[in-house]
């Protein structure tokens, strides 16, 4: 049976393992091929920071807020295994910041020692008032991929550089199960209005000094249009971009200086980092996860698509739960198709 | 006394530190360090210069805690500024964690040091040996970029820095007016106070540039600071030895049981060893005496003794140092308007 997996982002990558890991034994001949038109470091994945926190508020999402808890606590479970640092996985604690009290996030049982700040602590940062403190992970994209992708390989999965235009181009020939995790790409595929690019832009720089995640908040300006210092193991990631809408993946000059002075006024001595690199990309957003089958015609056939994108900026956050449950609608084809191949028996 | 002559001698951080604030309260005053060694070289260079405090058991807790207190808003200010890297002051979080619960709940320090609470149980899963544990959000002091950094701010007040080994405090009588004794370990030789006596410390100084997180076990004899580019991990205790070369045995040692704390160390590269000697005593001397040979007086400020705590306390015992300096010079003029009547 050949699956074919589009797109070789975090979630692309996380499936396709949890999908080998769960049926190559069950499943005779289960043949994996991931395609994608790019691969790490060039995926939106390998921009992002990769700090594991999901949005304010999950809108009453409770399916991504369990997702979210399943990535923290599979991750939490790998910490201490020799693969940590290969993965790009530390734990890192860090600052929430506010200019007025605002309701705990869902995820503040998920995080390892959350609370609020303490008035010295608001002395660090003039301008808020209100903020958290939690210790939480880093899941750095650069590591990661790299890390699933031998994971993989080593399974014997295959790898196609390829920018795949239509479903059909890759079902039919064998290929029964098509699993969409292309990002913000999808809409190529299949129109969707309600996937959105959420446009980032970040500077890297050598600030060795950061050992805390700074994220501030603007309730008027919405989720990332406010300064954020994320340290990485190598370089200290600054952003605070959120454009909805703005498909450009180029950096922009303006928004260069709005991230470095914001960022600098929070956090003074990053006005003595060096930077090594910028970089803009496009969140995948969407009003909530696309996590579900269809059934497309391929021909005279059919042939299952398991669609997994729309992860705006919590991608990394929240790719595991989300690998599982498409690994879960994964076996219930598989059932399905057993069914239908095995007609029932004589009730005994 | 137009300029009083005050030499400093010791170029770690209470050397430096204490004729930093000698400019500050005597402006007049024209200071100069006088030291065998200077940072890189220092036993302040070895530690990793957290803001944690010992106990010192020959010290008032209320005085500890002033000096802790005011170390802390100093350096705190610098960590907020622009300047905080070139300082090599930096936050970091972190957590304390015991094998069994310690006899103290609340330590002397616990409203200085930020956020300080008692770990969740989720956070105690990472330490499956360990059963009780504290977090918090303390200072690191990086060396050699402080002590770099505090000599940058003396040079910038006209303050000389000569390597010079001084054999006797007394053979600055004739080129000082006051002399300050900030030699640590040094002192044990030089004043010949018995009670100071060094615990030699052994570190690994690894890069792990993934660890942003302080790990220290409450019995003091496991740690892992994370510095700015180097990683401390420590450490021993060994109370007399005057050994100031690494041993191979105690460097795989520490290694195991930093592992154990934090597994992903097992991928720390280019260990470094690293052996100090802390200047232990029952309490830190920071005391006024007056040398006088053949009706020639020299008086003389020590601060020195700190132990384990040195970077936790330094600013407070130098502003100490520096107001007794301000009394010597006061009884200084004293005497000299005397002599004139």
């Known amino acids: ?348 | 006394m137009a300029s009083p002559k005050v030499a400093v001698v010791g170029a770690g951080v209470v050397g430096l530190s204490t004729a930093l604030c000698i400019t500050e309260t005597c402006p007049s005053c024209s200071v100069t360090v006088l030291s065998d060694q200077f940072s890189p070289n220092t036993m302040s260079d070895v530690a990793a210069g957290m803001l944690i405090p010992h106990t010192c058991p020959g010290t008032p807790i209320l005085r500890q805690k002033q000096w802790f207190q005011e170390t802390f808003s100093y350096l705190f200010a610098i960590s907020n500024s622009a300047e905080a890297s070139e300082a090599g002051i930096h936050l970091v979080s972190g957590w304390q964690v015991f094998k069994s619960p310690p006899k103290e709940v609340l330590p002397f320090w616990s409203d200085i040091v930020l956020g300080f609470r008692v770990m969740s149980e989720a956070e105690l899963q990472k330490f499956p040996q360990h059963r009780f544990g504290q977090a918090f959000t303390t200072l690191k002091c990086d060396c050699p970029p402080y002590l770099l950094w505090l000599e940058k701010r003396l040079r910038a007040t006209g303050t000389q820095m000569y390597t010079r080994k001084v054999a006797d405090l007394w053979e600055l009588h004739s080129e000082y007016d006051i002399v300050v004794n900030c030699t640590g370990t040094g002192a044990h030789q030089l004043v010949g106070d018995k009670q100071l006596f060094p615990v030699r410390g052994q570190v690994l100084k690894v890069y792990a540039p993934w660890v942003k997180q302080f790990i220290r076990d409450g019995d003091g004899s496991t740690y892992i600071y994370p510095g700015i580019h180097r990683v401390t991990l420590g450490g021993t205790r060994e109370k007399g030895s005057w050994s100031l070369s690494p041993d191979a045995d105690t460097t795989r040692d520490i290694f195991d049981r930093c592992c154990s704390l934090e597994p992903s160390l097992q991928g720390a590269q280019d260990i470094q060893v690293k052996v100090g000697l802390r200047p232990a005593r029952q309490g830190v001397r920071v005391q006024r005496e007056v040398l006088s040979q053949g009706g020639v007086k020299l008086p003389v400020v020590h601060n020195y003794g700190h132990g384990a705590g040195g970077f936790s306390v330094h600013r407070g015992t130098a502003n100490e140092a520096a107001q007794l300096v301000e009394e010597c010079i006061s009884a200084l003029q004293g005497s000299l308007s005397r002599a004139k009547l």
């Open chain 1, 1 to 348: 049976m050949r699956v074919a997996v589009i797109g070789a982002g975090v979630v692309g990558l996380s499936s396709a393992l949890c999908i080998h890991e769960q049926f190559h034994g069950l499943v005779p001949s289960l043949e994996l091929e991931v395609y994608a038109d790019h691969f790490t470091p060039h995926t939106t994945s390998d921009g992002a920071a990769g700090l594991w926190q999901p949005y304010l508020s999950d809108h009453g999402n409770l399916q991504e807020t369990l997702w979210n808890k399943e990535t923290f606590d599979y991750l939490l479970g790998h910490l201490h295994s020799p693969a940590a640092k290969e993965m790009g996985l530390f734990l890192v604690s860090g600052y929430n910041l506010f200019t007025e009290p605002v309701p705990d996030p869902s995820w503040k049982n998920i995080v390892l020692g959350f609370r609020n700040l303490t008035p010295k602590e608001l002395e660090l940062f003039p301008g808020y008032s209100y903020g958290w403190f939690n210790t939480a992970l880093m899941l750095e994209g650069r590591n990661y991929l790299p890390w699933l992708t031998n994971r993989l390989m080593q399974r014997g999965v295959k790898f196609f550089h390829k920018k795949v235009e239509s479903f059909q181009e890759v079902s039919g020939d064998g290929v029964q199960v098509v699993l969409n995790c292309s990002g913000m790409r999808a809409g190529d595929l299949q129109p969707d209005p309600e996937l959105q690019p959420g446009r980032g832009q970040v500077i890297k720089v050598l600030a060795p000094w950061v050992k805390h995640f700074i994220i501030t908040h603007d309730l008027k300006s919405g989720i990332y249009n406010s300064p954020y210092v994320i340290p990485g193991s190598e370089f200290t990631v600054l952003g605070g971009i959120y454009q909805h809408g703005n498909w450009s993946q180029e950096n922009s000059a303006k928004d260069h200086k709005l991230i470095w002075d914001s960022c600098c006024r929070l956090l003074p001595a990053l006005q003595k980092a060096k930077i090594v690199e910028e970089w803009s990309g496009l969140r995948p957003a969407r009003p909530s996860v696309r996590l579900e089958r269809e059934s497309i015609r391929v021909g005279n056939l059919q042939a299952e698509v398991i669609h997994n994108y729309g992860h705006g900026g919590f991608g990394l956050t929240i790719h595991r739960g989300c690998a599982l449950a498409a690994a879960r609608l994964f076996g219930s084809i598989l059932q399905e198709k057993q069914q239908r191949a095995t007609p029932p028996g004589p009730r005994l």
